[in-house]
Structures are given as C-alpha cells and as structure tokens.
C-alpha cells in the first residue's frame, strides 16, 4: 500500500487495521516499552498510523516522535492525542531519504514493513535502523511467515475433517501469494511482506544490531477465519516480536 491507501483508511482504520497493541494480551511490548523508558530519553512511533500507541510512549518518555506517512492518519492522531504536547507529528517517507526527525533511544515499529516491493522495503528496513541511536533499541512487530504457513495447514486440515477429498482440500487451502519465496502473502488481496524469525536475525544483524529478544505475540484463530471450529486450538496465529539493540 502507498500514501494515497494509507490516507484512504484513515477514517475507518479501527475497523480495517488489526489492532496489534490490543491484541498484545501478554503485554510483550508494553514491557519492552516499560523497561526502556529511563529519565530523558526520546521515542519514535515510525508508521505510527492513527496513535494506537502514542498515550503508551508519551506518558513514558520525554520526547515523542509520531512520524507516518500518510498525513490523514496523522491527523486522526493528533485529534486523538489533544494536550499532549511532547509528542511531535512528522509526515515523512520512512523508504526515502532527508526526514525531518532525529535518530532517538527508541524506536516502536508496529507492522510498517509490509510493503511488498523489495526498493520500498529496503529502504524502510535500513532507515528504521538508521532511525535508531547508537546504543538505542528497535521494538518492532511484523507479520509472521511460519504462521501464515500454520493457517494453511489448519484451514487443509478442517477440509479433511469436513471430509472433503485430499486433493480438492489441499486446492482450496492454497495461498494466493505470487512471490511467496519472499514471503509475498495477500492479506485482504494486498500483497504484504511476511517475515522468518531467521530471516529477522540475519537483516539486524547485518545492520549492527545486536537481537535481545524474540517472541510470538499470539492472537486467536477468529484472527485468520470467521467462526473457527472448537478444535482449533494452539499452536495459534502470531506476528513476531523483536527487541534489538544498535550496536554500531
Ligand atoms: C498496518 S499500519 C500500523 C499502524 C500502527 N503502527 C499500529 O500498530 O496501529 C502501517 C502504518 O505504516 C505506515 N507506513 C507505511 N509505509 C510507510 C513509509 N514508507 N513511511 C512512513 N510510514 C509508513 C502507514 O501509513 C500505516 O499508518
């Protein structure tokens, strides 16, 4: 999706956008967020969207930067956000170069690199990092391809289950996804960037990040079908995780 479909939901973006944050049931990144927030320091919200989670880095840090690029969003924000006057709005291309925010101790990353073009989504991965202070630490949620993987299988095997024949049951369990080599998967027919946890170790570290935490932030099988079965229970749906520290 570009600028002109990010601006486009901004009006229905709580019915449209899963809602990662209210779904975090373990808190995994309300921790995360917790135990980085020492006196002073300054925090990003990089695709920050319509806020969901600017009250939980405003009340914890000095300075906030809200930075998307969709400017409708970012007005859905800050109506949202009235008063609080240490957060900053930016409207910037994270892909592009010459942003006009800085690098910061902290920087949340919740599902904003899903672009399925591989220049778009360089650019995002490297300029995420860069956004990042030395010695600062990236929080970052993104799709999981393990679990798109696991839905697959679960929807083949209630097929099975309803009895239908093996073959025809693995046809309509098939994922529409050209380019699922490269964890190419249509979510709503939007072709979106999935990730494996070892693929996110080998680009963080590749850009001198050390990766201090990895964890699954589960969510129930309602997620991926309407009306699942009883049955289906864990494993369940998931998007990873990653706490990562800027080495150099
Ligand atoms: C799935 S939404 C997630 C929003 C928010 N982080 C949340 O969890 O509710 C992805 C957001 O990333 C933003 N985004 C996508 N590409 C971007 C880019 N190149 N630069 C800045 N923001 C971008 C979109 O405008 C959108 O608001």
Same mark, same amino acid.
């Given at each position: 999706?570009?600028?002109?479909?990010?601006?486009?939901?901004?009006?229905?973006?709580?019915?449209?956008?899963?809602?990662?944050?209210?779904?975090?049931?373990?808190?995994?990144?309300?921790?995360?967020?917790?135990?980085?927030?020492?006196?002073?320091?300054?925090?990003?919200?990089?695709?920050?969207?319509?806020?969901?989670? %600017?009250?939980?880095?405003? #009340?914890?840090?000095?300075?906030?930067? =809200?930075?998307?690029?969709? +400017?409708?969003? /970012? $007005?859905?924000?800050?109506?949202?956000?009235?008063?609080?006057?240490?957060?900053?709005?930016?409207?910037?291309?994270?892909?592009?170069?010459?942003?006009?925010?800085?690098?910061?101790?902290?920087?949340?990353?919740?599902?904003?690199?899903?672009?399925?073009?591989?220049?778009?989504?360089?650019?995002?991965?490297?300029?995420?990092?860069?956004?990042?202070?030395?010695?600062?630490?990236?929080?970052?949620?993104?799709?999981?391809?393990?679990?798109?993987?696991?839905?697959?299988?679960?929807?083949?095997?209630?097929? %099975?289950?309803?009895?239908? #024949?093996?073959?025809?049951?693995?046809? =309509?369990?098939?994922?529409? +996804?050209?380019? /699922? $080599?490269?964890?190419?998967?249509?979510?709503?027919?939007?072709?979106?960037?999935?990730?494996?946890?070892?693929?996110?170790?080998?680009?963080?570290?590749?850009?001198?990040?050390?990766?201090?935490?990895?964890?699954?932030?589960?969510?129930?099988?309602?997620?991926?079908?309407?009306?699942?079965?009883?049955?289906?229970?864990?494993?369940?749906?998931?998007?990873?995780?990653?706490?990562?520290?800027?080495?150099?």
């Amino acid at each position: 999706m570009n600028e002109r479909d990010w601006d486009k939901v901004a009006d229905s973006f709580e019915q449209e956008i899963f809602n990662v944050p209210e779904n975090d049931t373990k808190g995994i990144i309300r921790n995360w967020v917790d135990s980085l927030a020492v006196p002073g320091a300054e925090a990003t919200d990089l695709g920050c969207g319509v806020g969901r989670t %600017l009250p939980m880095l405003a #009340d914890r840090y000095a300075q906030v930067y =809200a930075v998307d690029v969709s +400017s409708q969003c /970012l $007005e859905v924000a800050e109506k949202a956000n009235p008063g609080r006057r240490n957060i900053t709005y930016v409207h910037a291309d994270v892909s592009a170069d010459k942003n006009g925010y800085p690098a910061t101790d902290v920087v949340l990353c919740i599902n904003t690199w899903l672009n399925a073009s591989i220049e778009i989504r360089e650019g995002l991965i490297d300029r995420t990092c860069k956004g990042v202070k030395k010695g600062g630490h990236l929080l970052l949620v993104v799709p999981s391809l393990n679990s798109t993987l696991l839905t697959a299988y679960r929807h083949l095997q209630w097929n %099975l289950r309803d009895g239908m #024949d093996p073959q025809e049951a693995q046809k =309509a369990a098939a994922l529409n +996804s050209k380019g /699922l $080599e490269h964890g190419i998967v249509r979510i709503d027919d939007v072709p979106t960037k999935h990730y494996l946890r070892e693929e996110l170790e080998a680009l963080l570290t590749d850009r001198g990040f050390q990766v201090l935490d990895i964890e699954k932030i589960e969510y129930p099988w309602t997620t991926e079908f309407d009306a699942p079965p009883k049955w289906m229970k864990a494993p369940y749906p998931w998007d990873w995780f990653v706490a990562a520290r800027r080495a150099r």
